[in-house]
C-alpha cells in the first residue's frame, strides 16, 4: 500500500519546538517533491513549506519562515519538518504530501497526489 504517515504532533508550549516526520511506505520518496501544509479550524489549508527531490531546494511560507526548516533523509525515505519559536497561531493539523517531479517544489496543494492523514499540533501553554 502507498502511504504516507505524518508523526510527531502534540501540544507545546509557545516559544517551544517539535520536529515532525513524513515517511513513506510502498514507494520512495527519491524521486518526489514533499510539500507540508496545514489546516486549523475553520481557515483554509495553508502551504507551509516544501523542498525538492534532491534536497537542495526549499521554499516557505512568510508567516513561518526563519522558524520552520524543512529537510530530508532519502536513505530514510523520510522528510522532516523542524519548527523552532512555536506560537499559538501556528495551531493546526499538520499534513505531508507529495508528487513526482523533476523541477523544483510547490507550496500549491492541487500540486500534489499523495497525502498523509496528518498530525496536530497544538501550541498553548
Known amino acids: 500500500q502507498l502511504q504516507l504517515v505524518e508523526s510527531g504532533g502534540g ?3 509557545p516559544g ?3 520536529r515532525l516526520s513524513c515517511a513513506a511506505s510502498g514507494f520512495t520518496l527519491d524521486y518526489y517533491a514533499v510539500g507540508w501544509f496545514r489546516q486549523a479550524p475553520g481557515k483554509e489549508r495553508e502551504g507551509v513549506s516544501c523542498i525538492n527531490r534532491g534536497g537542495a531546494l526549499t521554499n ?3 508567516s513561518v519562515k526563519g522558524r520552520f526548516t ?3 533523509d532519502n ?3 523520510t522528510v522532516y519538518l523542524q519548527m523552532n519559536s512555536l506560537k499559538p497561531e501556528d495551531t493546526a493539523v499538520y499534513y505531508c504530501a507529495a508528487v513526482r517531479t523533476y523541477y523544483g517544489c510547490s507550496r500549491r496543494a ?3 497526489d499523495r497525502w498523509g492523514q496528518g498530525t ?3 501550541v498553548s501553554s
Open 11 to 13: 501540544l507545546v508550549q
Open 75 to 77: 536513505a530514510k525515505n
Open 60 to 62: 516557505y511560507a512568510v
Open 70 to 72: 524543512t529537510s530530508r
Open 120 to 122: 496536530q499540533v497544538t
Open 16 to 18: 517551544g519546538s517539535l
Open 110 to 112: 492541487d500540486e500534489y
